[in-house]
């Protein structure tokens, strides 16, 4: 097997490996189903059978290739790191509370920076103020009602209604 320089380079190894095998499966295949084999152990031509075997050992010659080319890839894949630090800490920042307060710190920032973008700065404080004591406002004047009240409220509708029809027949 070629000893390979850079990853990409076998990287396009591989495919052309998996190519080369994936054509000697295809090519044993095809014979098989010519020959109407079954089972290899069971040919009985030896002219078959030569070429049986001579198939079926191109179809392990290139699964061993491509074996030894996905081991080569494995070596010379780049190192990623596994855990990507997002923030960059001062330095002798070690402990890992410090580190915990530090974080929560840079996120307030970020998220007040957003709102100010936003432009919900001091301006949209207040409005949020007016809006809660509005809110308050309508539920103090107006308390919830039970459902005896809701029913004293009907009712006193229905006899409104009945005295206005009686008045309109006397007219």
């Known amino acids: 097997m070629k000893k390979f320089e850079s990853y990409d380079e076998a990287k396009a190894a591989k495919e052309e490996a998996k190519e080369t095998l994936k054509t000697a499966k295809a090519e044993l295949r095809t014979f098989k189903k010519e020959n ?27 699964s061993e290739n491509l074996d030894a080319i996905n081991e080569a890839c494995k070596e010379l894949k780049p190192a990623s790191s596994a855990f990507a630090q997002k923030y960059t800490y001062p330095e002798g920042m070690d402990d890992k509370a410090e580190r915990k307060k530090y974080r929560a710190k840079m996120r307030r920032e970020a998220a007040q920076a957003a709102k100010a973008e936003a432009g919900e700065g001091e301006e949209g404080k207040e409005e949020k103020k007016i809006k809660k004591a509005k809110k308050e406002e309508k539920q103090v004047e107006q308390p919830k009602e039970t459902k005896a009240d809701k029913k004293a409220k009907k009712k006193a509708k229905k006899e409104n209604k009945e005295v206005e029809e009686e008045e309109g027949e006397e007219d």
């Not at 089972?39 to 290139?62: F, G, N, S, T, Y």
Request: net charge negative.
């Open 36 to 62: 109407g084999i079954k089972d290899p152990e069971e040919i009985e031509d030896k002219k078959i059978r030569k070429e049986h075997d001579k198939l079926q050992k191109a179809v392990d010659a290139a």
